[in-house]
């Protein structure tokens, strides 16, 4: 397992936009063989995919109500995944998490991921 720490929420008004970082405690290159994802749970909702991308960099995967707004990219020289969220939504409110799995496919299944962060809010006002 990874340490993740999740940064770059806060509060934005509808159609504003965000870039949230994750850093990983890794060291001697090896972030770059982890496939990289962010997570989402609003209140009284389960946690729900949003983005991943594979640890070799080329493939990405969007949940549909995102699509054309968020875009995932990693930096591995920083060990940071980031998520660039456009035309943000009032239904895009909710805690986002960053999780890690070694290798493996870009999923967009919740129990694939090993490695969690402890989330950062992203609040937006309609």
């Known amino acids: 397992q990874v340490q993740l720490v999740e940064s770059g929420g806060g509060l934005v008004q509808a159609g504003g936009s965000l870039r949230l970082s994750c850093v990983a405690s890794t060291s001697g290159g090896f972030f770059r063989k982890y496939t990289m994802a962010w997570f989402r749970q609003a209140p009284g909702k389960e946690r729900e995919f949003v983005a991943t991308i594979m640890w070799s960099g080329g493939t990405t995967n969007y949940v549909d109500s995102v699509k054309g707004r968020f875009t995932i990219s990693r930096d591995n020289a920083k060990n940071t995944v980031y998520l660039q969220m456009n035309g943000l939504k009032f239904e895009d409110t909710a805690v986002y998490y960053c999780?890690?799995?070694?290798?493996?496919?870009?999923?967009?299944?919740?129990?694939?991921?090993?490695?969690w962060g402890q989330g950062t809010q992203v609040s937006v006002s309609s």
């Open positions: 999780a890690a799995k070694l290798y493996g496919a870009a999923t967009a299944r919740l129990k694939d991921y090993d490695s």
